[in-house]
């Protein structure tokens, strides 16, 4: 009898059991699914980071950096790519000599509108790896194209040449950072850094050329200041280089020495030529032309 | 001295030897160093140098394991189970059955890192095929240094936990409390920098400072003794940074060794 009332309590259990799991099973079938997403979700706090990797921040470091390396950046929304530079910017904090991590961040991190954080972990490449130019590099590039900031990016382009042994690579890392010089609104610094390159230059011909775009800059800085005056004469701007002459505010246009030469944009502002003037027309070429002439 | 240590240290290599740990190392070895290989192939740029990062870390971790599994096993066990008590029937003090058994364990452990050191020298120089990276890794004097911190590190753990094991009556207690000593000490170096740079004003982490200045005091900071950027970067250590960790680990080391044979000099042992 009590084996009976036993076996009777079983098979109630089982019976319910059983319902309760075909009912569940039923209900899950048509629920719905959340998206799973093989993007980056969250980037986890440095700590536990390190604790999960017993202690270990380079193994912490290589963990995330991997991570970084299996995601679909073609299929990321723009605040995964907010984690993803939280993320870069952990493992540079980790191992800021980590170079995929540098490359990654510069190659997408910049142009995903993660500016700073990629800076971030470039700077801290470019102190962990003093042996190495391309961190600094990027790092100047991204200043000058992304911040539109060519003293701050020449800066970086002159510690990047630091980085690399006397010898062709790195006078044209100097040439570089002294061409980018001239896009800056600041002459005056812009002048006193390249004059210090010169100085500084061991190779006698690099520092010949140097001096060559310091008398540029100087240049294009004495034109500037007679087109500010010009134009507290006059109300507008010169539309010629030769009006500036014509008003006695310069003895006459300075000479380019790498021929080039200086022109007004359409803004009137006086800037550097980016190649040398078209050859003046003969006086046969100009009466068969019939196209209206173009202020360069 | 040595002669009264010999017996132990001896008697620690058997054990060690007879419980098969050389092929539980090989085992393991080999497993972390396939680990070590496969994580190259997610580094684009620089596979060598991925390959020995990952791979001194699973020596790191393998070693810590492996010293603790040889405490609990060396030591702890022949206490728990009273079998020290035919040990200690030598004609030599208490004191030294621990060092003897601390310089055994020790020599295990030289011979795992060797053999760790080996395999992950063969993977990293085989790793990459014909790619050549940008900025190579420097497997000689630099990868042999860092393997030696990590012993030094290993040995660490391994005084703690023999302190632990002369003080336990519990049989998991020098295993578990190595373990976190172990997480603790090599974590430490990370938060130490990350309150010294501002803890991202993060008032309630910077309220822990005093905290953990004060633990720096009675735990040592064993990522003083992880020298990796050398053969992977090689950025050399300062000097004064690697000899002052040395120095630090093994003043530690004396510091456990000595509360350890304190410990186990006064300890009572019933029939």
């Not at chain 1, 006459?252 to 006086?270: E, K, L, R, S």
Request: charged share 15%; with cysteine.
């Amino acid at each position: 009898m009590r084996l009976q009332r036993s076996s009777l309590k079983l098979s109630l259990a089982l019976v319910v059991a059983a319902a309760i799991f075909a009912t569940t099973t039923h209900r899950l079938k048509t629920a719905p699914r959340y998206e799973v997403r093989a993007q980056l979700r969250v980037a986890l706090p440095l700590f536990v980071q390190v604790a999960m990797t017993m202690g270990d921040r380079y193994l912490a470091a290589n963990l995330a950096t991997i991570e970084i390396m299996v995601v679909d950046t073609s299929k990321m929304r723009p605040d995964e790519f907010a984690i993803q530079a939280q993320l870069q910017q952990d493992v540079s904090w980790l191992n800021p000599g980590n170079e995929d991590n540098y490359y990654v961040a510069a190659a997408i991190l910049s142009w995903a509108n993660q500016v700073d954080a990629a800076q971030n972990v470039l700077a801290r490449a470019t102190d962990a790896r003093p042996y190495d130019y391309q961190p600094a590099f990027y790092y100047g590039f991204n200043q000058l194209h992304f911040r539109h900031d060519p003293a701050g990016a020449s800066a970086w382009l002159r510690q990047s040449a630091e980085h690399l042994l006397d010898g062709p690579n790195k006078i044209q890392m100097l040439n570089l950072a002294a061409i980018w010089l001239d896009r800056t609104d600041d002459l005056s610094m812009a002048i006193i850094v390249v004059e210090n390159m010169a100085k500084q230059a061991t190779r006698p011909d690099f520092r010949k050329y140097l001096e060559l775009r310091v008398q540029r800059l100087q240049g294009l800085k004495t034109l500037r200041d007679a087109a500010v005056i010009y134009r507290q004469h006059h109300g507008k701007a010169p539309t010629q280089l030769d009006e500036l002459v014509t008003d006695k505010l310069i003895p006459t246009v300075p000479v380019d020495p790498f021929g080039f030469g200086y022109d007004i944009d359409a803004q009137g502002n006086v800037v550097l030529r980016s190649r040398p003037p078209a050859p003046k027309p003969t006086p046969s070429q100009a009466q068969t032309s019939t196209q209206t002439p173009v202020r360069k | 001295m040595l002669k009264s240590l010999s017996p132990f240290v001896l008697s620690a290599w058997r054990a060690g030897l007879r419980s098969r740990s050389i092929q539980a190392i090989l085992v393991l070895g080999i497993l972390l160093m396939g680990v070590a290989f496969l994580s190259a192939s997610f580094a684009p740029r620089q596979p060598k140098t991925v390959a020995l990062d990952v791979g001194i870390s699973g020596i790191r971790i393998a070693l810590v394991l492996l010293s603790l599994f040889w405490v609990q096993e060396l030591i702890g066990q022949e206490i728990q189970r009273r079998t020290v008590l035919f040990a200690l029937t030598y004609p030599v003090g208490r004191g030294s059955y621990i060092v003897g058994r601390y310089v055994g364990i020790l020599g295990l452990l030289a011979l795992a890192t060797l053999l760790l050191g080996m395999l992950l020298w063969v993977v990293v120089l085989t790793t990459g095929g014909d790619y050549e990276q940008g900025f190579a890794v420097a497997p000689g004097l630099p990868y042999w240094t860092t393997v030696f911190g990590i012993f030094v590190d290993a040995a660490v753990v391994t005084a703690f936990a023999t302190w632990i094991a002369t003080l336990s009556t519990v049989n998991i207690l020098p295993l578990a409390l190595g373990l976190a000593f172990a997480v603790c000490g090599k974590s430490l170096g990370a938060v130490i920098q990350y309150m010294m740079e501002g803890a991202d004003r993060n008032p309630h982490m910077l309220q822990l400072s005093p905290v953990i200045s004060a633990i720096q005091w009675v735990l040592p900071d064993l990522s003083r003794l992880d020298w990796r950027v050398w053969p992977m970067y090689g950025v050399a250590p300062d000097h004064t940074v690697l000899i002052g960790g040395g120095v630090m680990a093994l003043s530690y080391i004396v510091v456990m060794l000595v509360l350890s044979v304190f410990a186990f000099s006064r300890r009572e042992f019933q029939q």
